[in-house]
């Protein structure tokens, strides 16, 4: 595949809720679950009573756009953290990762709560959690480790509060970097407060937080969605505290048709299919059995990733520019993918790259691949199915363009009306 190609025309008609498009039947192995003894090691810890109620990738300490706390990392704070849950259940646990850490990450104590305003948690509503009956424990360096599931009636759509108290010094920690979402520390242990007037610090990120799963209420059934790529997965541009990502516009209209799903972010913000970098994330071929392949009872996953592949080798002065990526260099890292989730039995959604005209990418090379690698989504055949949000955000009258509207203000990214029309560009019956 040459870069330079003819653009498929646009549709006339509503550019903005272009439909997800089938790609002929789906194959019996696709749809056929994987038996238990074609499973890793990370994928048995899950014994099917659980699913994935909010999620995100894990990032080694890094701070190329200001202060965080990841480098310093802990020593004797608390940590509040808030997310939101996208299906329900009687019961819930929590995920937490010291992937990147290199020395083991002793977890003092922790506790998970219904959210009130801020860092602040409903009264009565705070649960200790523990660790194979134990209330501390200390994951390996490289490690992740599940809490006890505990009593907790939570809905889709409620917002959880998850607090860690870290007595001993944690060294650098592992982060996820852009959380749209307030985190909120404290010196000393404040684990089981209700009130949050000892949290004076606050954060954008999340810190060793990776999931909450939930169990009971709904028979688990193997239904679940990940949403994989980069910024515009994780919802870099969307308003912060809002919960206005498309994966999360994506879990409301599943809860407002009454079939609540799980839907889990593992964007990472400047994430690239093929090539490691130091503050973005191991490439997308290499973490997608991490993040992806360990979630419990997913069926399906939506691959948005490449624009960083193409844009991220120009000199831009915020980090250091990455290897050039030709199309079909993304084209192999996509069937890698692809080939990584059919043999779990999980189908797979290509999305097309969204325009960027007028933003840091804007060259005619990166346009050239953006292009190529569009016509080859379209029309490959490679995916189960295609999510066309390249059109769903054009402007109609100038397609290489995000529609203003849609448009966070840099040209890159879709503010949160741009998010709900991708979201809306789903087809939820075909997922």
């Given amino acids: 595949m040459t870069t330079k190609t003819t653009k498929a025309p646009l549709p006339s008609a509503r550019l903005a809720t272009a439909r997800l498009t089938t790609v002929a039947a789906l194959t019996a192995a696709v749809l056929t679950a994987v038996p238990l003894s074609g499973a890793t090691a990370g994928e048995k810890r899950h014994d099917g009573a659980w699913r994935g109620a909010w999620a995100t990738s894990p990032q080694a300490a890094t701070a190329p756009f200001g202060p965080n706390w990841s480098q310093q990392g802990f020593a004797n704070h608390t940590v509040r953290q808030v997310v939101r849950v996208t299906t329900g259940g009687t019961k819930a646990r929590i995920e937490l990762s010291n992937r990147y850490g290199t020395t083991p990450l002793r977890i003092t104590g922790a506790t998970v709560a219904r959210t009130d305003k801020g860092a602040s948690v409903k009264a009565g509503s705070v649960r200790q959690l523990s660790f194979g009956a134990d209330r501390s424990v200390t994951i390996p360096a490289g490690g992740t480790a599940h809490s006890d599931g505990v009593p907790f009636p939570v809905r889709a759509l409620e917002s959880v509060t998850v607090t860690l108290y870290l007595a001993a010094p944690t060294g650098p920690a592992t982060f996820h970097h852009f959380a749209s ?19 004076e610090e606050t954060s954008g990120s999340w810190y060793y937080l990776t999931g909450v799963e939930v169990g009971g209420g ?23 505290g809002v919960n206005n990502r498309y994966p999360d516009e994506l879990a409301e209209r599943f809860a407002a048709a009454g079939k609540p799903r799980s839907v889990l972010n593992h964007g990472i913000g400047g994430n690239q299919v093929t090539n490691d970098t130091v503050w973005a994330g191991e490439k997308g071929i290499a973490r997608f059995k991490e993040d992806v392949l360990t979630e419990p009872n997913v069926r ?41 989730a059919h043999a779990r039995g999980i189908k797979v959604v290509g999305a097309t790259l969204t325009p960027v005209k007028g933003s840091f990418y804007d060259t005619p090379a990166v346009e050239a691949k953006r292009d190529a690698f ?11 199915a295609v999510a066309d949000f390249d059109r769903a955000v054009a402007d109609p009258s100038d397609p290489d363009r995000m529609l203003p509207a849609y448009d966070s203000g840099d040209h890159l990214h879709p503010g949160d009306a ?9 087809d939820l019956d075909a997922l």
């Fill in 418 to 426: 741009g998010y709900r029309a991708m979201a809306d560009a789903l």
């Fill in 181 to 199: 979402a307030t985190s909120y520390r404290a010196d000393g242990d404040h684990r089981s407060d209700r009130d949050g007037t000892a949290f």
């Fill in 218 to 240: 709904a028979p688990a059934r193997r239904d679940g969605i990940v949403t994989f790529g980069d910024s515009i997965t994780d919802g870099v541009g969307s308003g912060p």
């Fill in 300 to 340: 399906t996953v939506i691959l948005l990733e490449g624009i960083n592949d193409f844009g991220g080798s120009l000199p831009r002065g915020v980090v250091a520019p990455t290897p050039e990526v030709s199309v079909e260099r993304l084209i192999a890292g996509h069937r890698t993918l692809i080939r990584q």
């Fill in 374 to 384: 569009n016509h080859w989504v379209r029309t490959s055949g490679a995916y189960d």
